[in-house]
């Protein structure tokens, strides 16, 4: 169990979802109001347990319930990142600078149709799509990049491991994620 939500160093707890089909592709949601997509996350309440957080976000985020998927595997430790300053709440205290997570991959062992982003009283998301797992690094905001990298990376030979999946990951180092090009100075040409 978690007792506070945001640590002594300001990362708030929070737990991360890699929902996979049979085929192993990765289910992608695209958050409200924004062209972000990512996948499921979300906070960690007081005395709830990392597995009840997981599973109560797949219910408000996916709106699955636990008998929709297999827990496959899940990340040994906390993998943190750093929110961009512009995200940064510095009137609020205790101060939150970031994120700390569990990840879970989990199989979809339901028909797809049982997905609702439209179960929670604020869904987080308004599309969803499968993409293929390492695909992700890609079209992920740059600042979570590095995160989705050691989770994929870490649970990886778990996914291959466990047989769950028609089609898992290839275990190994993915490609490297693509880096923006600096901008062409055109006033020098």
């Known amino acids: 169990m978690i007792d506070a939500m945001i640590d002594e160093q300001g990362y708030r707890a929070n737990v991360g979802i890699i929902l996979m089909n049979a085929c192993g592709q990765v289910f992608w ?30 219910r408000e985020e996916v709106g699955l319930e636990r008998h929709h998927v297999q827990v496959v595997g899940c990340t040994k430790r906390w993998l943190r990142y750093r929110l961009p300053k512009r995200y940064i709440r510095y009137g609020q205290q205790p101060l939150c600078i970031g994120q700390k ?23 987080e998301f308004d ?16 600042f979570k990049r590095g995160v989705y990298e050691r989770a994929l990376s870490e649970l990886a030979p778990v ?31």
Request: glycine share 8%; net charge negative; with cysteine.
């Open 101 to 123: 997570q569990r990840w879970y991959v989990l199989k979809l062992t339901t028909d797809e149709e049982c997905v609702n982003l439209a179960g929670a009283d604020e869904p």
């Open 127 to 142: 599309q969803w799509r499968w993409i293929d797992y390492w695909d992700s690094l890609r079209l992920v905001v740059p």
């Open 29 to 58: 949601g695209r958050r409200i109001g924004m062209s972000a997509w990512q996948f499921p996350q979300g906070g960690v309440n007081p005395n709830e347990t990392l597995q009840d957080a997981m599973f109560r976000e797949l």
């Open 159 to 189: 996914i291959c491991e466990s047989g769950a999946f028609d089609r898992p990951p290839l275990p190994g180092k993915p490609a490297q994620a693509p880096r923006r090009r600096p901008a062409l100075d055109t006033a020098t040409g």
